[in-house]
């Protein structure tokens, strides 16, 4: 059991470099979602999906791209980076059903020189 | 708009030694709260949480919590810590059924003192 999965674990960019990063559940989940991690700051959300075929913006989009094409898949794209995007990244699934809660990946550390 | 406050950046706490982690949110309607723990260089992992009904949970580890709607708490707790329980530790509120994600406090970081 999967669960959810991201890769890569690890990433160096150079500034201006472009990027995706994945995030795949295979629990069947309606909703998904990416946070960033930064320290002091807790996790802060950038962009969610309530289906596919359907994205908004969190609290931190600015910068970030995604699409959901499929169910098991929401992908984040940087299109050019920048080194205030050095971050750790989570994504998460969850059921969309009352009384569950979200699954996390492991992450990707991401590094922006 | 939710949001969540731990007010303790770092707490120290010997071994066997009780604790208590404070969080308050900001929501307008009944809140889903959790609690998650990440290790150095781990994700994240659900210790509880309270949805609805009986304002005590358990949750693993050893670890409970209290929901006090009248002061908007939601504090861990466990009687006796571990070493193995040096951690940082999250608060999180979301409206039911989590459709626009999940709103983290900034953290408290677990030392605990042998």
């Known amino acids: 059991n999967a669960g959810v999965t991201q890769t890569p674990k690890f990433q160096v960019l150079k500034t201006g470099q472009s990027m995706t990063l994945q995030c795949a559940q295979d629990m069947n989940h309606e909703y998904m979602s990416w946070y960033r991690q930064d320290p002091g700051m807790g996790l802060r959300l950038i962009h969610y999906?309530?289906?596919?075929?359907?994205?908004d913006q969190g609290e931190v989009p600015n910068g970030y791209n995604v699409s959901r094409s499929t169910t098991e898949d929401f992908p984040l794209r940087l299109l050019s980076a920048a080194p205030s995007q050095t971050s750790v990244y989570f994504c998460?699934?969850?059921?969309?059903?009352?009384?569950?809660?979200?699954?996390f990946g492991q992450g990707t550390r991401l590094t922006v020189v | 708009a939710q949001s969540v406050t731990q007010p303790d950046i770092h707490i120290t706490v010997s071994e066997g030694a009780s604790l208590e982690l404070r969080c308050n949110y900001s929501?307008?309607?009944?809140?889903?709260l959790f609690w998650y723990v990440q290790s150095p260089g781990q994700g994240l992992q659900l210790l509880l949480k309270y949805f609805s009904g009986d304002t005590l949970v358990q949750g693993i580890k050893g670890f409970e919590a209290e929901f006090k709607r009248s002061q908007s708490s939601f504090n861990l707790r466990k009687p006796s810590v571990h070493w193995s329980d040096a951690a940082e530790y999250f608060c999180?509120?979301?409206?039911?059924?989590?459709?626009?994600?999940?709103?983290f406090g900034k953290g408290t970081h677990l030392i605990i003192q042998p």
């Open positions: 999180a509120v979301e409206s039911g059924g989590g459709a626009d994600g999940l709103t």
């Open positions: 998460a699934s969850s059921s969309g059903r009352q009384n569950t809660e979200a699954f």
């Open positions: 999906s309530v289906g596919a075929g359907i994205t």
């Open positions: 929501y307008g309607a009944t809140p889903y």
